[in-house]
């Protein structure tokens, strides 16, 4: 009969890590302990599977093929584990959060917003937020929450997701534009104005609705901008009309340096999904933000 595999779950706890940061050293840093620590933790690991786990460079570890199938096999193992602990030693929200969220939805004020209030009611909690283009591997970066458009591919085997709001895009120009041209009153207007729009959408026609109707307009871009932000800019600086979600200029709306154009036409109808790592048992902090956003966002923030 063969003996039973002896394991430290510290060791394997400290392997994950090197897996997920890349170096003994960062993996040092998070636990707040020396390199050497790690590296007896990773020896001793490997002395009781009998398995070489790393190979190690000069500046960077890479997995053995063993140890990619550990680090994969033992991933969903420890989350569950951590969250388990940690939530039967406190109910209450505290720590760091982690967040993975596009740089369009940062750049709405209300999101910010949002952002802020949970953090005041729930002040033990730290929020560690990465806006960033790409959608981010929530599991093996180790990510609490992500926020997706709808269009992202979901791994639904992995992961939970919730529908938030709907998200469209409208008509805007600055005060500024405004004041200088011709008021737009009807949609054939549109093509007789500058626009400012995202390179993503190059200078195909545009489909606008309203209710059942809907229209294709051409643009006369005269500047792309890679991304909202870049066209946001654009915007505020006047340069033409932009199709931005509403809730990225909605505290300019009301103060009145962004104006609505047309406002019962929008486009691009999409909505905003939250999503989670599917285990069982959900640290207190992580429980507490999903409920927050959700409710926030049924609300109408």
């Given at each position: 009969?063969q003996?039973?595999?002896?394991?430290n779950?510290?060791?394997?706890?400290?392997?994950?890590?090197?897996?997920r940061?890349?170096?003994l050293?960062?993996?040092?840093?998070?636990?707040?302990?020396?390199?050497?620590?790690?590296?007896?933790?990773?020896?001793?690991l490997?002395?009781?599977?009998?398995?070489?786990?790393?190979?190690?460079?000069?500046?960077q570890?890479?997995?053995?093929?063993?140890?990619?199938?550990?680090?994969a096999?033992?991933?969903?193992a420890?989350?569950?584990?951590?969250?388990?602990?940690?939530?039967?030693?406190?109910?209450?929200?505290?720590g760091?959060?982690?967040?993975?969220?596009?740089?369009d939805?940062?750049?709405?004020?209300?999101?910010?917003?949002?952002?802020?209030?949970?953090?005041?009611?729930?002040?033990?909690?730290?929020?560690?937020?990465?806006?960033?283009?790409?959608?981010?591997?929530?599991i093996?970066?180790?990510?609490?929450v992500?926020?997706?458009?709808?269009?992202?591919?979901?791994?639904?085997?992995?992961?939970?997701?919730?529908?938030?709001?709907?998200?469209?895009?409208?008509l805007f120009?600055?005060?500024?534009?405004?004041?200088?041209?011709?008021?737009?009153?009807?949609?054939?207007?549109?093509?007789?104005h500058?626009?400012?729009?995202?390179?993503?959408?190059?200078?195909?026609?545009?489909?606008?609705?309203?209710g059942?109707?809907?229209?294709l307009?051409?643009?006369?871009v005269?500047?792309?901008?890679?991304?909202?932000?870049?066209?946001?800019?654009?915007?505020?600086?006047g340069?033409?009309?932009?199709?931005?979600?509403?809730?990225?200029?909605?505290?300019?709306?009301?103060?009145?340096?962004?104006?609505?154009?047309?406002?019962?036409?929008?486009?691009?109808?999409?909505?905003?999904?939250?999503?989670?790592?599917?285990?069982?048992?959900l640290?207190?902090?992580?429980r507490?933000?999903?409920?927050?956003v959700?409710?926030?966002?049924?609300?109408?923030?």
């Amino acid at each position: 009969m063969q003996p039973p595999l002896r394991v430290n779950l510290n060791d394997l706890d400290t392997f994950e890590r090197v897996a997920r940061l890349g170096t003994l050293r960062a993996a040092a840093k998070e636990l707040g302990v020396p390199k050497s620590t790690i590296g007896r933790h990773i020896a001793r690991l490997e002395e009781a599977m009998e398995v070489v786990l790393l190979h190690r460079g000069p500046r960077q570890v890479t997995l053995t093929e063993s140890g990619a199938e550990l680090e994969a096999r033992s991933r969903h193992a420890l989350r569950e584990l951590r969250a388990l602990t940690l939530g039967l030693a406190t109910d209450e929200p505290r720590g760091l959060l982690r967040l993975t969220v596009l740089p369009d939805l940062m750049m709405s004020a209300r999101f910010g917003l949002l952002l802020a209030e949970f953090r005041r009611a729930y002040p033990d909690v730290v929020l560690d937020i990465d806006a960033t283009p790409r959608i981010a591997d929530i599991i093996a970066e180790g990510f609490d929450v992500g926020f997706r458009p709808e269009t992202a591919q979901v791994d639904t085997d992995t992961l939970i997701l919730r529908r938030l709001g709907s998200t469209d895009s409208r008509l805007f120009a600055s005060r500024t534009y405004v004041e200088r041209h011709e008021l737009v009153s009807r949609i054939e207007d549109l093509e007789e104005h500058d626009w400012v729009y995202l390179s993503a959408r190059a200078s195909t026609p545009l489909e606008l609705s309203r209710g059942d109707e809907s229209r294709l307009v051409t643009p006369r871009v005269v500047a792309y901008g890679s991304d909202v932000s870049s066209v946001l800019s654009l915007l505020r600086a006047g340069m033409g009309i932009a199709l931005v979600p509403p809730m990225y200029v909605q505290d300019e709306v009301d103060e009145g340096t962004i104006v609505p154009l047309l406002p019962d036409w929008e486009a691009d109808r999409e909505r905003l999904l939250m999503v989670w790592p599917r285990q069982r048992f959900l640290l207190p902090r992580v429980r507490a933000f999903l409920d927050f956003v959700s409710k926030s966002f049924t609300s109408g923030v």
